[in-house]
């Protein structure tokens, strides 16, 4: 019940990233798809022009596939803007909003996404939106090659990270908190746990040794 009522207090919002590209197409209406991304929750963290040069690299790994030459000369026959759209669930917003590849299909099955609005074409489809978490990493690396990139940890994960690493020492901080009762809570306690901080390195015998290496000099 009590982890129930956690969720619904403090729901986990993780934050995921995902590229974007406005295909020249829709290059016309770029203004009008940012303004839809907006309004959907996404975050523009970066954007970009590609050069046709750019657009022939892109898409370097379908090299060899009968639609590499189709494709490479559609993307590079006008400006092209790149983004970096953050959100929760990023990757499969951002699909389920522009739609199937197929933007002829896509007008018969999702009539209100946004390829079925602005696409023409499986070749000519307005926009483009990584696949998946590995996608998404490679596509926005070659685009923005400064950007980081991590997995996500898993609600496992953190929860596991917390209660061994957060959750004793701030549970003591508290219990302490409540027996002062100092006048100015919140810097009492931050600077309670700045003191009794688990990561700080401990004096043993005049010497700074990791608490670890410490408890393991008493026991010898």
Known sequence: MQEEMN???????????????????????????????????????????????????FYAHLYGMPLFPSLTAFMSSGPIIAMTLARDNAIAHWKSIIGPVNSTEARETHPGCLRAKYGSSELKNALHGSASFHAAER????????????????????EVYLNR????????????????????????????????????????????????????????
Request: net charge negative; hydrophobic share 35%.
């Open 7 to 57: 969720h619904t207090l403090y729901p986990r919002i993780y934050v995921e990233k995902t590229l974007s590209l406005i295909k020249p197409d829709a290059i016309h209406k770029a203004e009008e798809i940012e303004d839809i991304i907006r309004k959907s929750g996404f975050i523009i963290l970066q954007k970009l022009q590609l050069s046709p040069g750019q657009c022939c690299d």
């Open 139 to 158: 596509e926005i690396k070659f685009m923005f090659p400064n950007s980081l990139i991590e997995p996500l940890p898993t609600r496992e994960a953190n």
């Open 165 to 220: 690493y957060v959750n004793p020492t701030l549970v003591r901080g508290l219990t302490e908190l409540c027996k002062n009762k100092p006048l100015n809570p919140c810097m009492w306690l931050a600077d309670w746990l700045t003191n009794n901080d688990p990561n700080q390195p401990q004096t043993c015998d005049g010497a700074i040794v990791e608490e670890k290496e410490c408890q393991e000099i008493h026991c010898l």
